[in-house]
């Protein structure tokens, strides 16, 4: 059940990341990522009306505000990083982040076996690989990798969160939607203040008919990202932290041959050697 749940997070981080990199070359990045998440508080609000969600309130709630005040900070450096660098070089080292939950799960008593250790290994360097790491180049590419490497760290830490924010089914969804209105009142604080500065809320080109034309796709990757969390927590919840957190990173190998499939961006033989050790690395941890 983890391995199964942990796999389908990183089917939806992968395409949500997708997604989310293909509109921010068109929508600014802070409207992409307050628009998204304000669908997907429309529509988890309703799922916590019609599941009586609101009565397992708790203190267990402010893990859930925490992943909401960091993740719309980690999207916004990732979404500006995918649209400065190639999305099979970003999407990689984003999921370096991964070290934050795997240190806490071995902090509080997980023990992966030999044959999981080694499929994190071999997991975690195939997610690398993936992205064929091209650190040289011109400073755009180094800071593209800066801002990865922000996300990294800010995805890590929402994994490390949302899995302590319920132990029901019926909370989850509380506690998606609680992260989920932290994460607008975040995110929205933030691009009023861009505007405020002189920054833009509506692409330059177009304005609002391209924003209010981008609407299915700003649904989708809200909506993908927010079912990514929830198959994350329940992954979890019911098994190691260290093995659901792993799998659940491989997520930038879904983003790669997205991009290799929509946007034709050629996979690097580093890359095609990275998927496959993703895929070893997969079927370490799924037999151990």
């Known amino acids: ?49 019609a599941t009586g969600g609101w009565t397992e309130a708790g203190p267990r709630l402010w893990y859930a505000v925490a992943a909401g005040a960091v993740g719309p900070a980690a999207m916004l450096a990732f979404y500006k990083a995918l649209a400065l660098g190639p999305m099979g070089v970003v999407s990689p080292l984003g999921s370096l982040g991964v070290v934050v939950p795997v240190s806490v799960g071995l902090l509080v008593g997980d023990r992966p076996g030999l044959l999981q250790f080694a499929g994190i290994g071999v997991a975690l360097a195939g997610v690398v690989l993936a992205g064929g790491p091209e650190l040289r180049g011109a400073p755009v590419r180094r800071r593209a ?53 002189g920054g833009r809320a509506l ?57 290799r499939g929509v946007l034709k961006e050629r996979l690097r033989a580093v890359q095609a050697a990275g998927a496959g050790l993703a895929l070893a690395g997969t079927v370490l941890l799924a037999a151990g």
Not at 2 to 26: E, I, K, N, P, Q
Not at 148 to 163: H, N, P, Q, R, Y
Not at 165 to 175: K, R, V, W
Not at 221 to 241: C, E, F, K, R, S
Request: net charge positive; hydrophobic share 60%.
């Open 1 to 49: 059940m983890t391995a199964l749940f942990a796999l389908a997070t990183s089917v939806l981080w992968g395409l949500a990341d997708f997604g989310g990199g293909l509109l921010t070359r068109r929508v600014p990045a802070l409207t992409v990522v307050v628009t998204s998440q304000l669908i997907a508080v429309v529509v988890l609000g309703s799922v916590v009306v």
């Open 145 to 197: 990798v800066l801002l990865t490497l922000v996300a990294a760290f800010g995805f890590g830490s929402v994994m490390a969160l949302i899995a302590e924010a319920s132990t029901t089914l019926t909370g989850l969804f509380l506690a998606l939607f609680v992260q989920r209105v932290t994460n607008v009142t975040v995110g929205g604080a933030a691009l009023w203040a861009s505007v405020k500065r």
């Open 203 to 259: 692409p330059k080109d177009g304005g609002i008919r391209v924003v209010r034309a981008s609407l299915p796709a700003l649904a989708f990757v809200g909506l993908a990202d927010v079912a990514a969390n929830g198959t994350y927590a329940i992954a979890a919840q019911n098994g190691p932290v260290t093995v659901a957190a792993v799998l659940a990173s491989l997520y930038p190998v879904v983003t790669a041959l997205a991009a």
